[in-house]
């Protein structure tokens, strides 16, 4: 399974971006989509995931009412549309792919290059 995450750029805090992860490949061997971001210096965090049918769906506290993740299949695609982004939101995010619902990183067998999230204030 590819992933190539796309979308990120500097906004200001109260703005919104949408990111995207297109995938290729085997992606029903790994169908839950998961979204991390990472600070440099600190672990990677966990943000959201989707599971293969888009109808389960969990966020960390941190990002819960303000970011949704969604996905297209027919497309191979996943979303994460973030509203009301904040400085704290700053961060490098992946999309990553696994078998499990999870929010540990570690379940996630493919990932894909980070796309960078600039929230100013």
């Known amino acids: 399974v590819q992933l190539q995450a796309s979308g990120g750029g500097s906004v200001q805090a109260g703005a919104s971006l949408r990111l995207s992860c297109a995938a290729s490949g085997r992606t029903s061997s790994s169908p839950v989509i998961g979204w991390f971001r990472q600070v440099p210096g600190k672990d990677t965090e966990f943000v959201a995931n989707?599971?293969?049918?888009?109808?389960?769906?969990r966020y960390a506290d941190s990002v819960k009412g303000r970011f949704t993740v969604s996905r297209d299949n027919a497309q191979n695609m996943a979303y994460l549309q973030m509203n009301s982004l904040k400085p704290e939101d700053t961060a490098i995010y992946y999309c990553a792919a696994g078998s499990l619902i999870s929010g540990v990183k570690s379940t996630y067998e493919y990932w894909g290059q980070g796309t960078q999230v600039t929230v100013s204030s």
């Open positions: 989707i599971n293969w049918n888009g109808r389960s769906t």
